[in-house]
């Protein structure tokens, strides 16, 4: 009999996950004004609101964070996180960050002028931040594929190069720099093709402009390229990853994803002049070249990360359990966005409440119904985090409505799926039930969703 996949690691180390009733819970998420951002985390039975800074570290980087040297200037821990990021990405000039959002917000202080306009695929909503908050515009150009969560096709995360070459034949001299999010988060988790960052490069090269990848999960997309992609299978996932870089000029991370640690980011480029300019960014708001933000241990465990995820074993035990959620929902025929990706599994929330209005935000009133079920803490990824139109002010319904069920990294077993799954399935089963979805009584004009207060209609 041929052995069945498992887990590419041991379990040292155990948190104990609390319980609660269905009473408890309608109180706690009223308390919360419909916010799941807001509820207490031991308020929560199995947490899926973002696989960002919530996995656990292994052995080895916990071992690593006892050898940081917390240094001010010239920490040694600093040039090992140099010399990985270096060895897997190609780029030679590093700088740390503490988070993803601060590297965007560093390097686009020297790149991103009011009035520029920057394409990209589904612009993570800190990044469409950083770039509105400049008074500049962030023009969606993923291919529409990605829009019909039923469509099985292998990389819905791709930039549509037509869409792309749209924009720079028409406003090239707006552009700063071309942006591709690896994978594609807003979309779904969705990759992006070897073949289609090619494409981008080759349009970028056209038009003399560069290309960042936001690269938050990058080490995801680069296992979907082996298991997807014609002529990668033989291939490692650090190669792969050698190749993706290869065909960008620079990169912000969110290190609290694949880089597998709690807190952390940094910028990557090949280009000393973006080094420079974003060097007299990171002093005044990260702190100094050689810590940016982080602790000399936090670097080290996460030069330790960043090898072990780009590891096959890692990244496809991962992938797996994401795919064997995927499969349980299937088995109920719950809808998502087609095929699963790589961090999350996003409901289809539209297909799922079809017979609750846009305006009364179907994917919140869903996240809402499953915490109350089981007290498991889903994430939208919709028309709340959508924002307003920074012009007209109205919502924006163009995209999907999504919930998202994140998936943190070496944290929950197989075991906890099985419940996500069966939760999701009681409530899919009564969602004819569900008619009224929710109102906005409060916001802020930008990234609302964190502090949104929500009353149930
Ligand atoms: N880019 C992508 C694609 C992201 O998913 C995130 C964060 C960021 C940038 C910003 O990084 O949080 O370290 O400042 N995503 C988290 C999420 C918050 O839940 O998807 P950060």
Redesign the pocket.
């Known amino acids: 009999m041929e052995l069945p996949f498992a887990e590419s690691y041991k379990i040292k180390m155990v948190e104990p996950l609390r319980k609660s009733t269905r009473e408890e819970r309608e109180q706690w998420i009223k308390e919360a004004d419909y916010n799941l951002f807001q509820l207490k985390s031991d308020q929560v039975y199995i947490d899926c ?5 919530t996995g656990a570290m292994s052995d080895r980087q916990w071992a690593a964070m006892m050898m940081g040297d917390e240094s001010y200037a010239g920490s040694s821990s600093f040039f090992q996180l140099k010399e990985t990021i270096t060895k897997i990405t190609g780029f030679e000039y590093v700088i740390p960050t503490h ?4 590297a ?1 917000n560093v390097l686009f202080s020297h790149l991103v002028t009011a009035g520029a306009i920057v394409p990209g695929n589904s612009h ?1 909503d ?2 469409k931040g950083h770039i509105e908050s400049r008074k500049a515009f962030a023009v969606d150009c993923t291919v529409d594929e990605a829009k019909d969560t039923q469509l099985e096709v292998p990389f819905k995360g791709n930039v549509d190069p037509k869409k792309l070459e749209a924009v720079l034949a028409e406003k090239a001299e707006l552009v700063p720099f071309i942006i591709v ?1 690896v994978t594609n ?1 807003t979309a779904g988790g969705q990759p992006v093709s070897m073949q289609n960052l090619r494409e981008v490069r080759a349009i970028a090269d056209k038009y003399g402009k560069r290309v960042i990848f ?1 690269s ?2 990058f080490v995801e997309n680069a296992y979907f390229i082996r298991t997807r992609e014609e002529g990668y299978g033989d291939k490692t996932i650090k190669e792969i990853c050698k190749e993706m870089f290869s065909l960008a000029d620079g990169m ?1 991370m ?4 694949d880089g597998l640690v709690n807190m952390g ?1 940094f910028i990557a480029t090949r280009h000393e002049d973006w080094y420079e300019g974003a060097k007299r960014f990171c002093i005044p708001f990260e702190g100094f070249l050689t810590y940016g933000g982080m602790n000399g241990r936090d670097m080290a465990a996460l030069a330790v990360g960043l090898d072990e995820n780009t590891e096959l074993e890692t990244i496809e035990t991962r992938i797996k359990q994401v795919q064997y959620l995927a499969a349980k929902l299937d088995e109920y025929g719950i809808p998502y966005q087609r095929p699963v990706g790589g961090h999350a599994l996003f409901v289809d929330a539209d297909r799922v409440l079809d017979q609750i209005p846009k305006e009364e935000f179907p994917a919140q009133t869903l996240a809402i119904e499953l915490y109350i079920e089981a007290g498991v803490r889903g ?1 939208e990824i919709g028309y709340i985090l959508a924002d307003r139109d920074p012009v007209t002010r109205e919502n924006r319904f163009g995209g999907l409505d999504l919930l998202r069920l ?1 998936i943190a990294r070496r944290v929950y077993t197989n075991n906890h799926m099985d419940v996500i799954a069966a939760a999701l399935k009681n409530v899919y089963d009564r969602r004819h039930e569900i008619t009224r979805g929710v109102k906005i009584v409060w916001e802020t004009e930008l990234m609302r969703h964190f502090t949104v207060k929500l009353e149930r209609l």
């Open positions: 609101l973002t696989d960002s800074g988070q993803g959002r601060a965007e993570f800190t990044t999010t988060n936001d938050a999960r912000t969110s290190s609290k994803k980011g994430c994140c």
